[in-house]
């Protein structure tokens, strides 16, 4: 089975630029997580679909959004980049999206802002 | 919302020696503690998860620890090798419900000395 699968791998944008990401989930799970990784914040939760729905949302801007297809693929957008948005963007698939299940992660994308 | 602490942030120990890991959550709805092991250049890896109806739980080299009551939890690697020299991250969330996110720890660069 293939594992979550996230395009591209690097990105370099400029302020005020916006910028879409990818994710494909493992086949057959219905629920995608993203989450934001940087050296001084950590791992934070960005927000989960379900279902083509948004069903949880961290504490993020509403410059970062997000949406899931019909296939469970999901995108993230973020727009009017900011250089504190330099950050490996990480998407995790799970099959229902309990708070007990696994997440499987992807190898994320590198978003560099200048 | 949930809080975890964790140390130390860097661990260096010689190989074959025990390594510990140390986690605090604020929480007392998280029910939910796993560990991820992140290596260069890929995605968090699940390698042990423990919830709050047991008190231990252990996998080969690998065994976790929870204290309900003082709010920690405890990651135990035996033995270690080099393969083990990665950044380790705790997590809690709550199984009730859909997923809010798990809420992660700074993570805990772990170095196995030769």
């Known amino acids: 089975k293939a594992g979550v699968t996230q395009t591209p791998r690097y990105l370099i944008k400029t302020r005020g630029q916006q910028v879409t990401l990818s994710c494909s989930p493992i086949s057959g799970h219905r629920s995608v997580s993203w989450y934001q990784q940087t050296p001084g914040q950590g791992l934070q939760f960005l927000f989960e679909y379900f279902s083509e729905t948004q069903r949880n949302k961290g504490n993020f801007p509403g410059r970062f959004s997000g949406r899931q297809f019909s296939n469970s693929r999901s995108e993230m957008n973020v727009s009017t980049l900011e250089l504190g948005d330099s950050a490996l963007y990480l998407c995790a698939s799970s099959p229902q999206g309990a708070g007990d299940e696994k997440l499987f992660f992807g190898s994320g994308t590198q978003l560099s802002v200048l | 919302g949930e809080n975890v602490e964790q140390h130390p942030s860097t661990l260096s120990v010689q190989e074959g020696d025990s390594a510990v890991i140390k986690c605090t959550y604020s929480?007392?709805?998280?029910?939910?503690f796993p560990w991820y092991k992140q290596e260069l250049g890929k995605g968090p890896q699940l390698i042990i998860d423990?919830?709050?109806?047991?008190g231990e739980k252990k996998d080969q080299r690998i065994a976790v620890t929870l204290n309900k009551t003082a709010k920690h939890f405890s990651l135990h690697i035996t033995e270690t090798q080099p393969e083990d020299s990665a950044v380790y991250f705790c997590?809690?969330?709550?199984?009730?419900?859909?997923?809010?996110?798990?809420?992660f720890g700074k993570g805990t660069h772990l170095i196995i000395q030769p």
């Open positions: 997590a809690a969330s709550s199984s009730w419900g859909g997923a809010d996110g798990l809420t």
């Open positions: 423990i919830r709050s109806n047991v």
């Open positions: 929480d007392s709805a998280s029910n939910y």
